[in-house]
């Protein structure tokens, strides 16, 4: 077998980042309703507990009306991940820095689009356009984190040519 250039690894490497990505989402989507929240259910007890003293019984207005968010917060940040590998990826294509962007955030509302849908068919979940929303500004911000990096990196290699 031929051997691959570095390039092709990397691009390679940069693809499989993004398959564990939609495989992870897939994994939890594939989550029966019962199942996601008491796993949700479970981290909101954690992050109450961890900055209050009471007991969890104590707690649990405040577990009940955080739940929902941590939900939420759950999707935009793996979505925000996925923005970063996306853009990550497709940084080593031949396109113009704006039709990476777009590429990007196209790829990640497309793939919360599917995640929705395979959400519908799974006993106890449901899909929400909301949901497509949030992931899609999760998509969005990962993308600006990445730019945000790459322009400090870039910074901070004319400050040390200098």
Not at 80 to 98: C, M, P, Q
Request: hydrophobic share 45%; proline share 1%.
């Amino acid at each position: 077998m031929k051997n691959l250039d570095t390039k092709k690894q990397i691009k390679i490497f940069k693809i499989l980042l993004i398959l564990i990505w939609m495989i992870v989402i897939f994994m939890f989507s594939n989550e029966k309703g019962a199942k996601s929240t008491s796993t949700s259910r479970k981290v909101t007890e954690a992050i109450v507990q961890t900055v209050s003293s009471k007991s969890i019984e104590e707690n649990e207005p405040i577990i009940v009306s955080l739940d929902k968010v941590i939900r939420k917060l759950a999707h935009y940040t793996i979505y925000t991940i996925g923005g970063i590998v996306i853009f990550n990826y497709a940084k080593t294509t031949e396109k113009t820095k704006k039709e990476k962007i777009l590429y990007s955030i196209a790829f990640g509302a497309c793939y919360a689009i599917t995640d929705e849908i395979h959400q519908f068919f799974v006993s106890g979940r449901s899909a929400r356009i909301f949901d497509v929303g949030i992931d899609t500004l999760g998509v969005i911000t990962g993308i600006l984190i990445y730019l945000a990096i790459m322009k400090i990196i870039e910074t901070t290699k004319l400050k040390i040519q200098e």
